[in-house]
Each structure stands twice: as C-alpha cells, then as structure tokens.
C-alpha cells in the first residue's frame, strides 16, 4: 500500500475520452458560461434518452428532466410542485441526509419521520401507514407528501409504498439521489412516485461537481418546475413575478461535466458492482448489505457493512482513516438529530441499530481490486 495512496469513498472520475473538457471547451469557445445553455438542454435530453429507452421497461409516458443546481433543489420544488406549504406535514424517510428533509422546513412545513424496514434499510411501508393513520386521528387531515429515499443505492419496497400512498391518495417524490442505475422489478429508479430527484454531487454516480434533477411524469410540470427555478418570471420583457421563485438552474458549465459523465456512466455502475461483489466474497466477518432479492437490484453506490454488535463507529473509521482509507459511519438518524429533537417519528429501532453497528466503505470507480483487499485487511486487523 502506497502511503501517499488515499482510498475515497467516491471520488469523481471523468471520462478517458475527455469528453467533460470538450463539452466544457464549447461553452467557453462560444462564451455561454452564464446558467443554461446547449449543454443543459443536452444533458438533460440525455438523461431523458436514457430513462425512455427501450431498454428501461414499464412506461406509458414520456418522462421529463429539469437540470438544477442540486438534489436538495430538486426536493424543495418537488414539494412547491405538490402544493406543500405552511401547516401541512410532509412524511420522510428517518436514515437518510438531512437533504431529504430539510426542504419540508422549507415549504414552512413539518416533516414526520419514519423508521426502516430491515430488508432495504428504507422507509418501513408498515411504519408508513402507521403515521398517515395516526397523523390523520391527531391531525384531521392526512399527510401532504410522502419522501422516500433508495439508500445507498438500495430501492426501497415500492410495490408497497405506492399500494399505501395510492389508496391514502397522497403523492410520493422519490429522492432518487444515490440510485441511478439502481433498478425494482426492472423499473429504474428515479421514475417511482409522482416526482423523482437525482443527484450529481461530486461523490454520486455521475457529478457535474455540484448538481440535482427532478423528473416529472409530463412536459407540462417539467415546465412549471423551470419556472419555479428560475425566479418564476413571467414571460414578460420586463421582471414581473406572481408568485416566490428560486434560482435553483443548473450552469451551462455544470451541465457540460454531466454530458461527458453520461458516456461513463454504465462503466461507474458496473464497477461499483463489481466492488461490492469483492467485498462480499473477502468479507466474511461481517455482514455486507445485499440485494433482499431478485426484484432489488442496487447500483451499490456505497457498499455498507453491519458488525455483529454495537461498537463506536467514529473511532472504528478514524481507525481505517489513518491507514488511509476513507470511511464513514450510516447515517444518523434524522428522529435523532437535535434540530428536529421535537418533530414527531414512528420509529422501530432499526435505523438506531444500523447507526450504532454499520459503515460506508470505499466503492467509488478509482477503488481497485487491490484497494479493496487492502481494506478488507485493515478491516480483519481493527476487528481482531
């Protein structure tokens, strides 16, 4: 092992044919470095290209992409999107970031947290009915959304999440961040729910450094989600708004690292399978996150793994940290988190255990066969 060598997570890596540098290039050359642009409305046909495809089974209608500056954007006019505003509740997922949750506070809403299931580590469907049932007794109305977020790659338990939102009649957005090329039952994520979210932060599968989509089922809200994005100007030759809007669109610039990223973006799939492949055949001390079955089949943006007891996972990954390898802890759960310590939760203490037993291991396209079984190594020798 290099000393100089350090084992991200998930580094960015561009393409080898250089791809990003000439999209970018063009927009220099033709000094359209200002947001929008030829590149955002390429990148984001081609993200549409690649959702419509024939290959993605299961739609009957066209889906639509809108390019923003971030899966937290995306989020916050998903939710404006659907009406969410002061007084309502918004249901989240409880592990996951706070960028799940955060754009309910947003709105002037209040998000209700909901504990995982232990299959997926997403949002319990049990659990889910559970609050839409208790908040609508306590309440009198019933929950305005519903966020669910595919972990780690990992598609949550869909079948059943859309059977109890349809029938409560109450919209799903998918926050689809980790799970591109993630796919249930052969259905890609980021087309589940009413709205989806993607996110090209520069540790996700694709980057365009910083970066979010909303895909929308028709032209007509992909229209109004540009507008909310972009101040809600009316079109008028002079500034004239009706209505609060964002500057949430995403750089011409952005968008021309994202073009060049698509052309990589099934090789990055494909390796960080493979990552998690070698991991569950070197690791055999602990248990490694898998798909439940054969309708789950996860990107594995982030291979996870379980220890059998709880331990102090600061100072087990300040442990792999100084043998140069970048580790984190599972998300602490936002029924956890002191900003939201009054905010109402229906938990089963799953997450709180996954919290107190669990990491995130390097799986990023730079992590070489080699890197794995240094880490698989250090892992045996800190665990001994």
Not at 90 to 97: D, E, G, L, P, T
Not at 281 to 290: F, S
Not at 310 to 335: N, Q, S, V, Y
């Amino acid at each position: 092992m290099n000393p100089n060598h350090r084992i991200h997570l998930c580094l960015a890596k561009m393409s080898d044919t250089g791809a990003e540098q000439r999209f970018i290039q063009e927009a220099f050359d033709a000094n359209w470095v200002a947001p929008l642009g030829p590149n955002v409305d390429a990148f984001e046909k081609s993200l549409e290209d690649y959702f419509n495809t024939s290959n993605l089974p299961h739609f009957t209608s066209h889906l639509n992409v809108a390019a923003l500056s971030s899966c937290t954007a995306a989020i916050h006019v998903a939710l404006l999107l659907l009406g969410v505003g002061e007084g309502d509740e918004v249901i989240c997922q409880s592990f996951s970031f706070c960028a799940s949750s955060n754009p309910v506070v947003y709105c002037g809403a209040t998000p209700i947290f909901v504990d995982s299931d232990e299959e997926t580590w997403n949002m319990s469907p049990e659990l889910l009915e559970k609050a839409i049932k208790d908040r609508i007794v306590k309440t009198g109305h019933k929950p305005k959304a519903i966020i669910v977020v595919d972990l780690y790659g990992m598609p949550a338990n869909w079948d059943a999440i859309e059977e109890i939102a349809k029938r409560y009649e109450i919209p799903v957005v998918e926050d689809a961040a980790n799970a591109l090329g993630s796919t249930y039952k052969g259905k890609p994520c980021g087309t589940f729910g009413d709205l989806a979210t993607l996110s090209f932060n520069g540790n996700k599968m694709i980057t365009t450094s910083g970066g979010g989509a909303i895909i929308c089922k028709d032209e007509a809200t992909k229209k109004r989600a540009i507008f909310l994005a972009t101040q809600a100007k009316e079109p008028y030759l002079h500034y004239e708004h009706e209505t609060i809007g964002y500057n949430y669109r995403m750089s011409n610039i952005s968008a021309g690292i994202g073009r060049g990223q698509m052309t990589v973006l099934e090789n990055h799939i494909n390796h960080h399978k493979h990552v998690h492949e070698l991991y569950k055949e070197l690791l055999k001390d602990v248990t490694v996150q898998d798909n439940p079955n054969a309708d789950f089949d996860s990107n594995f943006w982030l291979s996870t793994i379980l220890f059998d007891k709880e331990l102090d996972t600061e100072a087990f990954c300040l442990k792999l940290d100084k043998a140069g390898i970048e580790a984190r802890p599972l998300w602490k759960p936002m029924h956890l988190q002191p900003v939201f310590k009054n905010t109402p939760s229906y938990v089963n203490g799953i997450s709180e255990k996954l919290y107190k037993t669990g990491i995130c291991l390097p799986s990023g396209p730079w992590v070489s066969d080699e890197d794995v079984k240094y880490i698989v190594d250090t892992i045996k020798a800190a665990i001994v």
